[in-house]
Structure formats: structure tokens, C-alpha cells
């Protein structure tokens, strides 16, 4: 039965806007060599050297501009405006685009599409991970894969409760982790302040645990055949983080 949650109608997009100045020292860094790891592991000798890569939930542009390096024909959607500048900064060739993981439509379909950095985890009901797998399976040709991380409450329950700061130009932004195992939501409470000031801006990010089972079915509502799905212990969570490979069939 679908979990339903105390929240208030939520719109990410605000706070990932928000925090976009302090992502790349942030997440953008912590993560990236784990999602390369994950890709070389999983996708690589499963794709052509030319294949054309969908990077969901693309941030920043740093994997995305790791793929294209790499030979690969790139495109990345994310909901943060602030974050495709930087990406096309980075890539002014790349065709990125402004949307929502559940329901972009590009008109185009991909070889395999990636989605790391625990952004499956935003779905926070099973309807919008439904969305979520649905829009992916149309963007899939036949064959195509789609490559994504995830973390199950275990996870959470280890690493969530915790503090941190992070700088830029000036500005810090306070993150405060706390897990909730009763309503089973994990949030993030942000406040950015300068100079020690009131805050100029306070948010909070939501995700929630997915598990094994959840993501076995809804892929296979959607249409997908499941390849893998095995524990990642290199990065933070050593425990409790999944890495999903599934696909389309031909």
C-alpha cells in the first residue's frame, strides 16, 4: 500500500535554485567520481562508443561533460535553471533542458539515460515514481538502458542525521539532515545567510527511502526488464545505496 505523506505541495525546483551557488562544492563533488564508477561498471561495454547518453537530472553539467569527453553524444535535463547555465557553460554544444524528471518530453529516444546522485529518491510517493519510470521508458529505444542510484531506508538511518556548512563568495548555507522513520521522510533544512546575518533565504529538500521491492515492480509496471540491482559500498552510504540497471527490450 502507497505511504502517504504529511506534505505540504512541494516545488524543488525553488530550492535547488536556491542552492545552486554552493551545489558544486557540495554534491556536485561528493558524487561525481561515484557516478563514473557506476558507468564504467555497469553501462560501458553495454553501449556503442558514439551511443547517445540522456543525463537526468544532470546538475551541473560535470557528468555530463565526463560523457562527452568520453566520445559519447550527450544530452541532460534538470529542473534548476541556475544549474543548466553552469552546464551549458560547460558545454555549449550539449542541448540541455529545463524540465521535471516525471515528465519531460524531448520527442527523442536514447540509447541509455542516467540518473544519479539519489535523485530517484525525490519521487516521494509511488505515483510519482511511476511518472518518473514511464516518462524514462519513453525516452528509451529499443535495447536502451536506463542506469540509476538509490537509497533504501537503511541508508538513511546511518548517514542522514547530520550537520553541515558549505561557503561560496561570501554566503554559507546551513544544511541540517534528519531522517523521520515513522513517516519514513528525509529532509534537508537549508538556511543561507551572509555575515552571520538573519537568513536570506530558508528551504527544505525532501526525499524518502525506496525499496528493493518498490523498485523491482514499478520497473516492471513500466515496462523494463531488470538487469541488476546491487549494493554500492565505496561512497557515503556505506550501506543502504543501491545501483539499478535496467532495460528496455528489443
Known amino acids: 500500500m502507497?505511504?502517504?505523506?504529511p506534505l505540504p505541495d512541494i516545488d524543488h525546483r525553488i530550492a535547488w535554485d536556491a542552492i545552486a551557488p554552493f551545489y558544486e562544492r557540495h554534491w556536485g563533488t561528493a558524487f561525481f567520481d561515484s557516478a563514473c564508477?557506476?558507468?564504467?561498471?555497469?553501462l560501458q561495454s553495454r553501449v556503442r562508443e558514439d551511443a547517445q547518453i540522456l543525463d537526468l537530472c544532470c546538475g551541473t553539467?560535470?557528468?555530463?561533460?565526463?560523457?562527452?569527453?568520453?566520445g559519447l553524444r550527450v544530452t541532460g535535463v534538470d529542473n534548476s535553471a541556475p544549474f543548466l547555465a553552469s552546464a551549458r557553460a560547460k558545454l555549449p554544444s550539449v542541448d540541455f533542458y529545463e524540465a521535471d524528471m516525471g515528465s519531460f518530453?524531448?520527442?527523442?529516444?536514447?540509447?541509455?539515460?542516467?540518473?544519479?546522485?539519489n535523485s530517484i529518491n525525490q519521487a516521494l510517493t509511488a505515483a510519482s515514481l511511476r511518472a518518473v519510470l514511464h516518462t524514462v521508458r519513453e525516452h528509451l529505444a529499443p535495447g536502451?538502458?536506463?542506469?540509476f542510484d538509490v537509497i533504501e531506508e537503511q541508508g538513511y538511518l546511518e548517514f542522514w542525521e547530520s550537520e553541515d556548512?558549505?561557503?561560496?563568495e561570501g554566503r554559507h548555507c546551513e544544511l541540517h539532515y534528519r531522517y523521520d522513520r515513522i513517516a519514513q521522510l528525509a529532509t534537508c533544512?537549508?538556511?543561507?545567510r551572509e555575515n552571520g546575518t538573519e537568513p536570506l533565504v530558508e528551504f527544505t529538500l525532501y526525499q524518502r527511502p525506496i525499496r528493493r521491492q518498490e523498485i523491482r515492480e514499478e520497473l516492471r509496471r513500466a515496462g523494463f526488464l531488470v538487469d541488476s540491482?546491487?549494493?554500492v559500498r565505496k561512497d557515503v552510504p556505506r550501506r543502504g545505496r543501491l545501483a539499478v540497471l535496467a532495460r528496455v527490450a528489443q
Not at 61 to 70: M, P
Not at 105 to 117: E, G, M, N, S, V
Not at 165 to 168: A, K, L, Q, T
Request: aromatic share 18%; glycine share 4%; proline share 0%.
Open 2 to 5: 502507497e505511504t502517504t505523506y
Open 37 to 42: 564508477d557506476l558507468f564504467l561498471v555497469s
Open 61 to 70: 553539467g560535470d557528468f555530463a561533460q565526463w560523457l562527452d569527453a568520453r
Open 105 to 117: 518530453r524531448l520527442q527523442r529516444r536514447f540509447d541509455a539515460i542516467t540518473c544519479f546522485y
Open 144 to 147: 536502451g538502458y536506463f542506469l
Open 165 to 168: 556548512v558549505v561557503e561560496h
Open 189 to 192: 533544512q537549508a538556511a543561507i
Open 229 to 231: 540491482i546491487r549494493a
